[in-house]
């Protein structure tokens, strides 16, 4: 094991641990895991089983291998009451990685049920993002009396980063970095960070500012670790870098990260000054959650969390389905407009939402498509009128597909007018929902608004009516009713 | 700038620009970026225009000062024909990292233009992993050209990792990493890395293996920065690291990423040797992907890349749409089954999609937050029974909200019974909905199907007829009509 001089010396805060004896892949394939990696039932019912007979010593040896991160999965996985036997039964293992990987309203749910003070405890074992996760959603009165429990160094700049709106880098970055000023050497550099007692455990690239605290470059540690001692900083430095406002949201910035493949980005204030890093670990859940929210908008159902408290999903939803009364009265309204063929032709009753459905099908298609690339910043004024005509020239194809089996089939069973009239309509629709599906988005994209959250609502209104209308429309026209 | 003999001797191959007097902040709103991050249509129009022009000097001025993953945006906004002139204009702007950067689409479009022996002059300058995206989707015979134009290294590198298949590590790993014996110190380890020339440019983290080449555990960059040089490399390691099999799925690959906080992993063959690495800057790309890629797959949409050719996108969504259809006739063929209900009594025609409607979108719904939930290995066989009562108490509160409000409607404008039979109908249909929409993914996934793949159709159909057949079923069993 480590040396007890180093361990004394230089030891960081918090220290990579090193299990002998651990196998190196026992996170895979092991008897706690599936093959997916997610843990399996049976040891999950094995927890559960031990916390109801109340053998907490069992609960704990078999909590006790497992890594944070899983740790915290096991909580989520449990009912509410469960998780707060469980964490009892487990205090120490409840470490701050346990905490900062928990599921926003699991760990908020927990914390809820902790004094002020326990609160603020933890959130001193924290990272200064991690506890401003960790307080940012209590009630304001709960808030202010964990501030009030921290002491003065971690309450300001937890308070800093809460002076900043949510989702944008001043909230969300972490206040642990390691700045040089210019004038260092390679040589300089590696003795400080040898020296300085005061570092984060794990840093990928080191920043070098000026006399202002202006970011002027970044040196990945690997290009420090082969360069001579004697080389200048700023000759090693990369000095085109990618800086992150305060301000910027974590969409842009998850962009940003994907974009120039950045392990690390620095974070400056109004005035250029340095006050802050993202780093990747952190960005990657951005990612996820930004490239995984829009299926959750589009259909309207809010965060879209498993966890969310019910009273919240509901809100969330029912707002969507009451708007959605609201578009599907307008469809009514149009076959109420033929109420009169309907009754000569029951046959239009049986065969209209076949036209509204496909026709929404294939909205949902496009806008789903038109969406992904907005969010991806690859439609932009520059190429949506090659993105419209190119989705024209799909829903063409498509309708024609389509109206070729329904109609035929129409004919077949009922009468070859009514098929003609059903292929036409279908062509029809298809192609005003190729046009509502990339238009719809595009123009909320415009307006600043979030094409995910609205546009469902829109491109089903026009597919559902304008199914209705063009199909029972042309069965009056055509003659074949009326 | 770097001095000379530094240069000459331990430049890494591919060493970081040190472009002086670029302004720092010169990525975020500059001259060509909009606030987004996305080049200005303004930008993109005079490009254009001196590519019509023929004017490549002005062309080459405009790109010169991109980066290359803009460039790489810059080729995507462009139409098939001017993409292809425009790189032609830049032929010496057109790096290793702007291939890199392409979408699919566009790099294997631009490619097939290109004779094998070009391709293969390009693939010899990307990394392994990037060379293998360029050569993999390639059409056999030409797959088979340009393999045999790479030199010998190169092509059994690509040959190698075209061996595993597709969105498998052993496609996607890089092969170039760091990998020192157990026996080093942490002075030994500085030595070589100083020594060796032939290293990545960029590492974050070296692996140390024993004598079968068995990753033993891995000692991030700054950990050998902050330590002692008489140190024991096995005592500053990480033992307990999270090991990549070969064969590993990179969805599965991207969740272990986000779960452990990882910046890289070691991919090991079957017998637990390493073999290559993960880095988390590839991965945010396949994070990215796979988050985003449901809402395409949920509504039928395939790939949904803006750039895939029209024939594949044609074919992927008609699929889906024919699909539909079938299911469509379902819900027709139980409207069929109460003709006569509707002959005597048109508001039923009138009113019947608003209860498929709002059902659907019910379904649509509880199913996006269910996809989500498995696909973030949130959902398993420990907590779907706790699900599923979740969301049907969330779709009895959605129920009841929406039956009072169509139903005094309904009784108002038509008659009270009509309105107490849609209201019914609603509860019943958000209800079944809801079952739906958690059942229907649970059920794919456990036959190890994608969830997001086909669940769409089924819940529909399931909302669809269900939607008709409570209404009209009501209406007549409650003597309304018949």
């Not at 651990?22 to 008897?31: L, Y």
């Not at 800086?243 to 620095?266: G, H, W």
């Not at 419209?388 to 069973?413: F, P």
Request: a negative charge.
């Amino acid at each position: 094991m480590a040396d007890e001089t180093r361990e004394d010396e230089i030891r960081p805060a918090d220290p990579p641990l090193a299990e002998d004896g651990a196998r190196p892949d026992d996170r895979v394939d092991d008897e706690r895991h599936d093959e997916e990696n997610r843990l399996k039932p049976d040891y999950v019912r094995a927890v559960r089983e031990a916390l109801e007979d109340g053998d907490k010593g069992a609960v704990y040896d078999l909590v006790e291998p497992l890594h944070p991160a899983d740790i915290a999965d096991l909580l989520e996985l449990f009912e509410r009451d469960e998780r707060r036997e469980l964490a009892a039964a487990i205090t120490d293992l409840m470490s701050s990685e346990v905490i900062a990987e928990l599921n926003d309203y699991v760990r908020d749910d927990m914390m809820e049920a902790l004094p002020a003070g326990a609160v603020a405890a933890i959130a001193e074992q924290l990272e200064t993002d991690d506890a401003v996760q960790l307080i940012e959603d209590l009630g304001p009165e709960e808030q202010r009396a964990v501030l009030a429990a921290l002491d003065a160094e971690n309450r300001a700049a937890i308070e800093s980063a809460l002076s900043y709106p949510e989702e944008t880098a001043g909230r969300l970055m972490s206040r642990e970095f390691v700045a040089v000023p210019e004038h260092m050497t390679v040589g300089d550099l590696i003795d400080f960070l040898r020296e300085e007692r005061d570092l984060a455990n794990d840093f990928w690239e080191v920043y070098v500012v000026d006399h202002a605290h202006h970011p002027v470059g970044t040196c990945a540690l690997s290009w420090i670790l082969r360069t001579p001692r004697s080389v200048a900083l700023t000759d090693v430095m990369k000095r085109d870098q990618t800086l992150i406002p305060v301000t910027m949201d974590q969409e842009e910035v998850a962009l940003m990260f994907q974009k120039y493949a950045l392990i690390s980005a620095a974070v400056v204030d109004g005035n250029g000054r340095l006050v802050g890093q993202m780093t990747v670990d952190d960005v990657v859940h951005i990612i996820s959650e930004e490239a995984g929210e829009d299926v959750l908008l589009l259909s309207g159902a809010g965060d879209g969390d498993i966890n969310e408290p019910i009273r919240d999903a509901y809100t969330a939803r029912v707002r969507w389905l009451i708007a959605n009364l609201g578009t599907a009265l307008v469809a009514s309204l149009i076959i109420a407009m033929f109420g009169a063929a309907i009754e000569q032709l029951v046959a239009l009753a049986i065969l209209m939402p076949i036209v509204a459905s496909i026709g929404g099908n294939a909205g949902t298609q496009t806008m789903a498509v038109t969406v992904r690339a907005i969010a991806m910043n690859q439609l932009t004024q520059a190429n949506t009128g090659r993105i419209l005509w190119r989705e024209m020239r799909v829903a063409l194809l498509n309708g024609a597909t389509i109206a070729v089996l329904i109609g035929i089939a129409t004919g077949i069973v009922f009468t070859p007018m009514l098929g003609a009239v059903i292929a036409a309509a279908m062509v029809i629709n298809i192609v005003v929902a190729g046009l509502a599906g990339v238009l719809v988005p595009v123009i909320f994209d415009r307006l600043k608004q979030d094409p995910a959250v609205a546009s469902s609502v829109f491109v089903t209104m026009i597919t559902d009516s304008m199914g209705f209308f063009a199909f029972l429309g042309l069965a009056v026209s055509s003659g074949l009713v009326g």
